[in-house]
């Protein structure tokens, strides 16, 4: 059982740069597959960026070259820094930890977090 916590979402002008992180609960986090999804109003949820439990990364198109996602196993902790904000990152986002990772679909993740708003204004 792995219980995931969000924080550091909120509201930042087109161009700017949030930090989120999700701090883990639970044995073997560094065994897990974590990722970020996002769903926007009306849409269904996209898969943003994911890290293996190797820390190889992957990311969708959309925000390569602005997003990084990283982790640090010590802290139980994955983080995802988010440069160059347009208005069509506006979100709610969601950590999510996966046993394994193969399509990097929303729908392989295991656990969840509870999300946190991201908000770009134009």
């Known amino acids: 059982q792995v219980q995931l916590v969000e924080s550091g979402g909120g509201l930042v002008q087109a161009g700017g740069s949030l930090r989120l992180s999700c701090a883990a609960s639970g044995r073997s986090f560094s065994s897990y597959d974590m990722g970020w999804v996002r769903q926007a109003p009306g849409k269904e949820r996209e898969f943003v960026a994911a890290?293996?439990?190797?820390?190889?990364?992957y990311y969708t198109d959309s925000v390569k070259g602005r997003f990084t996602i990283s982790r640090d196993n010590a802290k139980n902790t994955v983080y995802l820094q988010m440069n160059s904000l347009k208005p069509e990152d506006t979100a709610v986002y969601y950590c999510?930890?996966?046993?394994?990772?193969?399509?990097?679909?929303?729908?392989?993740?295991?656990?969840w977090g509870q999300g946190t708003q991201v908000t770009v204004s134009s």
């Open positions: 999510a930890a996966a046993f394994v990772l193969t399509y990097y679909r929303p729908q392989e993740f295991n656990y």
């Open positions: 890290i293996r439990g190797g820390a190889s990364t």
